[in-house]
């Protein structure tokens, strides 16, 4: 007996060495494996790792962009139907809503029982001591209960919580329609500063083909006698400075189609076109009053009314501290089924079940907290304080806002009547000193002039034409009529 005694301790000790030496080896491949992970040695280099940890450790995000019609003609509308369904930040506002929609669901979870069905079994063998020996118990049992609590009273906690989750939800929405508000004004911002680059690049062309003409009626007086050598010099120079502005003016409008592609997340690789500034509507004047739009603005605008939210949600915040005062009457209480099986060595075994409940009612009140209570309750009516004068701080930006965009629109319009009878003003001089030169009453420096003056007077136009738009949509942002007016495109 003794030998086998010895043998089975022999096989159990080098089981236990064997075990130990697993435990080293694992032991000695995390480190290993570890200690490829190290911050840069010094700050004089950029950190460089190998393949395999960048793998492990990076996820791949496929690019997201918007699919365009290479061949059709987008309008402003449709540009920003475009943006709406594919821009990340509208998608993460709206996750941003549904996250908080999911809180009121918790809040409003608590006005409910919870029913929990529990099944356990359990085995163990254990030792009594009776006298001089000990008797060995093995027992057995498998217990099946329905437990269920419920909060009878509360004196509105739960209530005021469930208020304050659908103020936020009310505010995550609003902040939701504030993202759509910046997304329209930003594509329609960069829609029209492509137009403007594209009015800027189709005046750079005429006003070369203008040079072009006043270049060729120099050389021909100069075939005939009648210009000197510097005066045809002088005419090829501005064609050549024509030339250059429309270089300037094409670089120009394809930075704009990268911005404008951004803001609707589309490739600026791929084509993309939009309606010409001479098919669009130029507003004439403005229907509304600086006092009526800033009134609209204090009702319509989303941000305002997301701020106003969080004050009624940081309001009810404070009611909830202050149920904490009150007691709370809360019942719990189970049903179940007990089966047991136990035998104790040397005595036959033995079999039960029955029946088993519990019921319990509890008054609870906290009497002292260490001023728990007070603080939370101070520190709600703060941030109550701090959401009303966050109101208040936006009002006055929003007075300010408006106030600057309606006289900024006020102002376009009055330039887009000066660009326009500047523009007239100069295609006739431009025309006429052009004729008096061919006919040799004016020379050509007046030509020069008048030529350059048109060409600064197209350049207006077109700015003055895009102006009007760009501040006639700011002016709708900053009231917040953006947002229900916008262009619209092929959604409802």
Known sequence: MRLGHQAKNTQSGAIVLRLLAVAVTMTSLLSIGASGQKPPITPNAPWISDHHTLERHSTAIPVHEAALDDGHVYSLGELIDIAE?????????????????????????????????????????????????????????????????????????????????????????????????????????????????????????????????????????????????????EAKAATAKANYELQSALGAEQVEIGDLATAITASPLKPLKVEVLDQLRIPDKLDLSVQHAVEMAFTARPDLQADEARVSAAHAEVKHATSAYYPSLTFEGSKGWLRAFGEQ?????????????DATLELKWTVFDGLLRENRIAEAKAEEKGATDEVHNRQDEISNQVWAAYSNAATALHQRDAATALLTAAEESYSAALESYKEGVRNFLDVLAAEDALAQARAIDVTARTQVLRTFTDLDFRTGDLLANHPKGNNP
């Not at 063998?125 to 209960?145: E, P, R």
């Not at 509360?154 to 209530?159: C, N, Q």
């Not at 009310?170 to 492509?194: D, K, P, T, W």
């Not at 060595?345 to 409940?357: D, H, I, K, T």
Request: net charge neutral.
């Open 345 to 357: 060595q040397g005595s036959p075994g033995f079999y039960a079940q029955a029946p088993v409940y």
């Open 85 to 233: 369904s594919n821009s990340p930040a509208t998608q993460a506002a709206w996750n941003r809503a549904k996250v908080t929609a999911a809180t009121v669901g918790i809040a409003k979870s608590e006005l409910y029982p919870t029913i929990i069905a529990m099944a356990a079994g359990r085995t163990y063998v254990n030792a009594q001591l009776y006298s001089m020996t000990w008797a060995v118990q093995d027992i057995g049992y498998f217990d099946t209960a329905v437990h269920l609590a419920y909060t009878l009273v509360d004196f509105g906690a739960r209530r005021t919580e469930i208020t304050a989750a659908q103020a936020r939800l009310v505010a995550a929405n609003l902040s939701f329609n504030n993202e759509h508000l910046v997304l329209i004004r930003q594509v329609s911002q960069s829609y029209f500063g492509l137009l403007e680059a594209k009015g800027l690049r189709e005046a750079a062309e005429v006003s070369l083909n203008d040079a072009k003409t006043s270049e060729t009626a120099a050389q021909e007086r100069r075939n005939n006698g009648l210009a000197t050598v510097p005066e045809v010099l």
